[in-house]
Structures are given as C-alpha cells and as structure tokens.
C-alpha cells in the first residue's frame, strides 16, 4: 500500500472528491480576497471556533484603513472538515485487470492486442468495423469464464495494429497468429471469431492444424 503525496499548497481531497483542506496558500489566497488583512489570514488558517465572529482591517483608498466583512462563517469549518480528510491511498499489490502489448511481426508490421484472466489461452477475433475492444465486458473475464485466457486481437488494419500488405489473405493471417503465439509462448490455443471474425478464425485453424486446439 502505497500513501500518495500531498499536492502542492497541502489541498487534500477525500475520497467522495468532495470535502478538502485549505490551509498554507489556500488559506492565505481567501484571507487575501475575503478577509483582506494579517488577522483575517490567521484566522482562516486556524481551526478555532471563534473565527467566525473575527473582524479585519484593510487599506482603503489613500492608505486610510477600513473595517472589513466578518469570516464567513463556513470558511472554518470548511477547513476544519478538511483537516480530517483522509488521505488518498492505492493498492499498489493489485493486479491489473488487462496486459496490453504489441507483436512484432517476420515482416515488420505490429500486431496489437490484450490479454484477460489466465488458463486456456483463447486467440478471439473481432468482426468488421470494429476491434478487440468488442471483446471488453462490465464483468471481469475471471468472474464470468474462470480458467479462460482471452487475448483479443486487433485485425491488421484496425486499432493498433498495422495494415496489411497488398494481396493480404487469410492464409498470411494464420501466419501473423503464428507469430504472435510463439512471442507469446503458447504451444497450442484455441480461437474464437465474431462475425467476420470467423473466416479468420477457421483460416487459422485450417492453416495451423498442429497448434489449434
């Protein structure tokens, strides 16, 4: 676990981002605009309740001085909320929910995809007009299909990934998966195609008998 550093001018913000604590500069900025004296400022950086009923002196015109407007009365407390704001933490011990990366392919070109849960990998093609995103869900991948590794894929052309070649066929994208599986280390995986992704999806299992399970 993993405290995170005070910001500059010690604002701190809760964790519902609602309630802060002014103090230091803060304090000084409002003594200056609301308060308009040393007495006013001092007042707002304190947290006792008798703020409220604190009065200040400003320079008017022609240096003469002049009563100035009370502290409003939410000012202390606003401050005084503040400085029992927690701080903000993160768990730094989490595991991310995906694993993004990019394959670098035998002719260069860049195949993007992520990865999801752990166990069977599972190579899942998007369909047209779309992209490996249409494999995201609300839910966690290990929640709704335990023991599934789904690594989506960016068709060559789409998010990420680079465009294909001229002459581009299905047979040459059997090939890119090739690849991609040995950057990955997977000896055998399984594919899933939706919609137009399933020409590719039975292209690389025509194409990869060995290693499509």
Known sequence: VCLAPPPPAAFWVSRAGVCGRVRSAMATRWGRWLLGSRRGIAAAAGLGGATTAAASTSAGPGGREQRGSPIPRWLPSLVAQGSAAPPLRCDATAAPRLRYGTC??????????????????????????????????????????????????????????????????????????????????????????????????????????????
């Open 104 to 213: 670098k392919l035998r002719d260069g070109r860049l195949l993007a995809y992520h990865e999801e849960g752990s166990g069977v990998p599972i190579i899942a093609l998007h369909g047209m007009g779309s992209s490996r995103l249409t494999w995201l869900g609300a839910a966690p991948l290990t929640e709704l299909c335990p023991g599934a590794r789904l690594i989506a894929v960016d068709r060559p052309g789409y998010g990420g990934s680079s465009p294909p070649p001229f002459g581009y066929s299905y047979s040459d994208f059997a090939r890119d998966l090739e690849d991609l599986a040995d950057a990955l280390h997977l000896p055998s995986f399984c594919v899933a195609g939706h919609s137009s992704g399933g020409p590719y999806a039975l292209a690389a299992a025509a194409g990869l008998p060995g290693r499509v399970a």
